[in-house]
């Protein structure tokens, strides 16, 4: 039988070293020292779990995969990665599976790896711990194709016998994994927003819509999740913020289930490793009925936000 195809060894490994960066994310927790750093404000923080993931995630990746761009979220310094950080493993699960004809002929410098190691840090200080997720995408031809986003704490609330954590995952033209797919209640307009970086402009976008509900929660992976399972029709976002690691893995999970996402004046995100990191004109993103939504949107919003 032939080796699998770069992409989903690439794939199979990122999911296992997402389930070690969720072990790191809830140890740091668990032991009770956070190590809080404020990078631009009190709502742009950074924690030891952020430092150690990236560190354990780029490093397992790099060392698999070298040719490989990998950018993450952190600024950190080059240093010696300790063995304890490493994770070899992979999801033999998913190497089985046939990769997608248009992706078998991949090479490993045609990619780049977009890591957050901890989306939602300052609901992760809060202990909101449902809103917080390790995300992994990966992007090629300046495209996300395939997406990891895991849980640490899914399941954090539901009794001492529940499982902790869980790991979503899926490539454009195969599908996602690891969730069931449930459309939100149709002609119901239930909007998922920010919680943490909330603005005049924001609330004015989300308010034209006219939404039946409003719910605000952190981390993008959080919002794309509340869109797959049904819980939101529409994750808006009018305002600068969000970068490409918070959007390359949901948008990549998003579209293999038949979701859009854009920014607010709708142009689709760019992942080549060139590409500036801010999403600068917000995210609008969608299970279904994106144009619905799109056409909604206020020209003022538009215009307040260059790309």
Not at 10 to 36: P, Q
Not at 96 to 101: I, S, V, Y
Not at 183 to 191: D, M, N
Not at 267 to 274: C, D, G, H, L, P
């Amino acid at each position: 039988m032939a080796s699998p195809a770069l992409l989903m060894r690439v794939v199979a490994s990122a999911y296992s070293v997402a389930e070690k960066a969720a072990t790191i994310v809830r140890n740091v927790m668990s032991a009770g020292d956070l190590g809080i750093v404020e990078k631009a404000g009190p709502n742009d923080l950074q924690t030891k779990a952020d430092r150690l993931v990236q560190m354990s995630i780029c490093a397992s990746l790099a060392r698999k995969f070298p040719k490989v761009t990998i950018i993450g979220e952190e600024e950190l310094p080059t240093e010696d990665v300790t063995e304890d950080l490493i994770e070899d493993g992979h999801c033999e699960e998913i190497l089985k599976k046939p990769c997608p004809a248009q992706y078998t002929g991949i090479k490993e410098e045609e990619l780049v790896i977009w890591v957050d190691p901890l989306d939602g840090t300052k609901e992760y200080t809060e202990g909101l711990l449902d809103h917080v997720t390790v995300l992994i995408g990966i992007a090629y031809g300046g495209k996300a194709i395939a997406g990891v986003i895991n849980q640490p704490y899914y399941n954090y609330e539901a009794g001492a016998n529940a499982v902790l954590g869980r790991t979503i995952w899926g490539v454009l033209g195969m599908g996602a994994f690891g969730f069931q797919l449930t459309e939100a209640p149709a002609g119901k307009h239930i909007i998922v927003t920010t919680r943490s970086h909330s603005n005049a402009l924001v609330n004015e976008c989300i308010t034209a819509l006219n939404p039946d509900h409003v719910i605000r929660v952190g981390g993008a992976g959080n919002k794309i999740i509340q869109l797959i399972e049904g819980k939101a029709s529409a994750y808006v976002f009018a305002s600068p913020g969000c970068k490409k690691w918070d959007t390359c893995a949901p948008e990549a999970i998003l579209h293999a289930v038949g979701g859009k996402i854009t920014d607010i004046r709708g142009n689709s995100f760019q992942y080549n490793k060139e590409v500036k990191h801010m999403n600068s004109a917000g995210v609008l993103a969608t299970l279904r009925n994106y144009d619905y939504y799109a056409c909604r949107i206020p020209n003022t919003v538009k215009e307040s936000l260059v790309p």
